[in-house]
């Protein structure tokens, strides 16, 4: 079966560390690039990361860099992100996903260039 499966997430304290997993089962991630999109309350589903397939770059939201690291274990076929330093704004709904087309360079793009979507996992920051 074709489909991303998401685990980590939860309730963290301000400060603390979380890591979200995004496994890939029925096809290849390495080829794809792979995106993480958050949904917080009330709001639209953002970008906060992305990595491309052809070269590893990446993207970083402006309000998570240097906080937040994204990588991929071709291995194991599954994307990460790390995130460290979290805060209240980083409440949300975390969305892993895979580009529609593979080898696509570069990595950031719309929702809708998305082809595959994991579950989503609900991370909560909060004292």
């Known amino acids: 079966q074709v489909q991303l499966v998401q685990s980590g997430g939860g309730l963290a304290q301000p400060g603390a560390s979380l890591t979200l997993s995004c496994a890939a089962s029925g096809f290849s991630l390495e080829h794809y690039g792979v995106g993480w999109f958050r949904q917080a309350p009330g709001k639209e589903r953002e970008e906060v990361s992305c990595i491309s397939s052809s070269d590893g770059s990446t993207y970083y939201e402006d309000s998570v860099k240097g906080r937040f690291t994204i990588s991929r274990d071709n291995a194991k076929n599954t994307a990460y992100l790390q995130m460290n330093g979290l805060k209240p704004e980083d409440t949300g709904v975390y969305y892993c996903?895979?580009?529609?087309?593979?080898?696509?360079?570069?990595?950031?793009?719309?929702?809708?260039?998305?082809?595959?979507w994991g579950q989503g996992t609900q991370v909560t920051v909060s004292s």
């Open positions: 996903a895979a580009d529609a087309l593979p080898g696509v360079s570069g990595c950031r793009r719309p929702a809708s260039m998305h082809g595959m």
